[in-house]
């Protein structure tokens, strides 16, 4: 068996691992993928590694073609690599975004709606995932705020820009007055800590001693436990099966992602059931973006 943990997202394969280890996998992956349909390209495959082991990773892929780097590289809209790496990809993205508002704001002086729109639907997402894939961005991120405070809010709304208490709550979403557009600075960290709780139950299976997988998943909000059991977003046990959970105590008010076993009849019923009656919680937003949806 090859000592390296891998891990597949469509036709994105990667892995991780000492470089021996790794060169045998890409080996493996090299004989049996294209009989399955995963033909490799060593040509647009990068193997990112510690600076001091640069030496080593390049000698263990001698002859394949490989990228080799030791500084890091961008992997599904986040970065791998060192600090200054890091840095330098959330820079980049925040001058790209910056951009982008400074357009927005003036669309905004006559077609504030679409402004609006484009700002709160496609441009915030952007910084959530980031702030979802990269540690302490924070400080990094307090140009966009800018933007959004000194031009973009004043183009949207036809004022001046809005002072710090006010700001605040405009940062609010519709249902209590504000306009849900938030500063991306003040919720990164919240944002990084409340995907790595909600990731870490996945990880542990992908990094696994068995290295099999065999369980569905769900994330629920713990004051909605019986939301997608019973229909009623009421708290109510009696209805579902019990299952263990990665959080030490279940009521404690914290987030939890269970881990569903899926292999018996009655469980697997129980989970059918539990997604269709899904569709009909009042509160959808606590089902499919608990990260972004904080309470």
Same mark, same amino acid.
């Given at each position: 068996?090859?000592?390296?943990?891998?891990?597949?997202?469509?036709?994105?394969?990667?892995?991780? &691992?000492?470089?021996?280890? +790794?060169?045998?996998?890409?080996?493996?992956?090299?004989?049996?993928?294209?009989?399955?349909?995963?033909?490799?390209?060593?040509?647009?495959?990068?193997?990112?590694?510690?600076?001091?082991?640069?030496?080593?990773?390049?000698?263990?892929? !001698? &002859?394949?073609?490989?990228?080799?780097?030791?500084?890091?590289?961008?992997?599904?809209?986040?970065?791998?690599?060192?600090?200054?790496? $890091?840095?330098?990809?959330? *820079?980049?993205?925040?001058?790209?975004?910056?951009?982008?508002?400074?357009?927005?704001?003036?669309?905004?002086?006559?077609? $504030?709606?679409?402004? =609006?729109?484009? #700002?709160?639907?496609?441009?915030?997402?952007? $910084?959530? =995932?980031?702030?979802?894939?990269?540690?302490?961005?924070?400080? +990094? +991120?307090?140009?966009?705020?800018?933007?959004?405070?000194?031009?973009?809010?004043?183009?949207?709304?036809? /004022?001046? @820009?809005?002072?710090?208490?006010?700001?605040?709550?405009?940062?609010?979403?519709?249902?209590?007055?504000?306009?849900?557009?938030?500063?991306?600075?003040?919720?990164?960290?919240?944002?990084?800590? #409340?995907?790595?709780?909600?990731?870490?139950?996945?990880?542990?299976?992908?990094?696994?001693? !068995? &290295?099999?997988?065999?369980?569905?998943?769900?994330?629920?909000?713990?004051?909605?436990?019986?939301? *997608?059991?019973?229909?009623?977003? /009421?708290?109510?046990? *009696?209805?579902?099966?019990?299952?263990?959970?990665? !959080?030490?105590?279940? &009521?404690?008010?914290?987030?939890?992602?269970?881990?569903?076993?899926?292999?018996?009849?009655?469980?697997?019923?129980?989970?059918?059931?539990?997604?269709?009656? +899904?569709?009909? $919680? @009042?509160?959808?937003?606590?089902?499919?973006?608990?990260?972004?949806?904080?309470?």
């Amino acid at each position: 068996m090859i000592d390296a943990q891998q891990v597949l997202y469509a036709d994105d394969a990667s892995a991780t &691992g000492v470089s021996g280890n +790794l060169r045998a996998w890409w080996d493996d992956l090299c004989s049996k993928g294209p009989a399955c349909g995963y033909p490799v390209n060593a040509s647009k495959t990068w193997l990112i590694t510690k600076p001091e082991h640069l030496a080593d990773a390049k000698a263990a892929f !001698n &002859g394949t073609h490989f990228n080799v780097t030791g500084e890091g590289r961008h992997y599904l809209g986040a970065s791998l690599g060192t600090q200054d790496y $890091c840095n330098k990809f959330v *820079a980049d993205k925040v001058i790209e975004w910056k951009a982008e508002l400074e357009m927005l704001s003036s669309i905004a002086e006559t077609q $504030c709606y679409a402004a =609006y729109a484009a #700002a709160t639907h496609g441009l915030a997402g952007k $910084c959530v =995932y980031l702030a979802w894939t990269t540690p302490n961005i924070a400080a +990094l +991120l307090l140009p966009l705020e800018h933007v959004i405070q000194k031009k973009f809010l004043p183009a949207l709304s036809g /004022r001046a @820009p809005p002072n710090t208490v006010q700001r605040d709550l405009l940062a609010l979403p519709a249902r209590l007055g504000g306009i849900g557009l938030e500063d991306p600075s003040k919720r990164a960290h919240d944002e990084f800590s #409340a995907s790595v709780l909600v990731t870490s139950p996945l990880k542990n299976l992908i990094s696994g001693p !068995n &290295g099999t997988y065999t369980s569905c998943c769900k994330v629920r909000h713990p004051q909605q436990k019986a939301c *997608a059991t019973t229909g009623s977003c /009421r708290p109510s046990e *009696a209805t579902a099966p019990h299952f263990p959970t990665t !959080n030490n105590d279940p &009521g404690s008010g914290e987030g939890c992602l269970e881990l569903v076993d899926c292999t018996t009849p009655s469980h697997r019923a129980w989970f059918h059931s539990a997604q269709v009656r +899904l569709q009909r $919680c @009042p509160l959808p937003a606590l089902w499919l973006a608990p990260i972004s949806h904080p309470l």
